[in-house]
Nanobody, 111 residues
Framework: QVQLVESGGGLVQAGGSLRLSCAAS????????MSWYRQAPGKRRVLVASITSDGSANYADSLKGRCTISRDNAKNTVYLQMNSLKPEDTAVYYCLLNGIWGQGTQVTVSS
């Protein structure tokens, strides 16, 4: 069974940076689109960014210009580098692979 494990979340001040990681326990990782979503309290889960198997990235407007998604297929890992964080970026961040969700990692941005 595929497992996704996110890490890298935490508490950061506004303007700070975080790098999230999502490690997949499957070799199919390299051929699949990987995505990052986030869910703020009381709101629905929304797409942040996605990346194809060959590295083409797509970003939602909310973090466009402030984040970079990347992947290391040799490590079955996808990353989300987030910069210039704002309090409104506070959410649980989830990765998605082939219909499977990770457990999420909390990002809290203080003002």
């Amino acid at each position: 069974q595929v497992q996704l494990v996110e890490s890298g979340g935490g508490l950061v001040q506004a303007g700070g940076s975080l790098r999230l990681s999502c490690a997949a326990s499957t070799s199919i990782f390299s051929s699949k689109v990987m995505s990052w979503y986030r869910q703020a309290p009381g709101k629905r889960r929304v797409l942040v960014a996605s990346i194809t198997s060959d590295g083409s990235a797509n970003y939602a407007d909310s973090l466009k210009g402030r984040c970079t998604i990347s992947r290391d297929n040799a490590k079955n890992t996808v990353y989300l580098q987030m910069n210039s964080l704002k309090p409104e970026d506070t959410a649980v961040y989830y990765c998605l692979l082939n219909g499977i969700w990770g457990q999420g990692t909390q990002v809290t941005v203080s003002s």
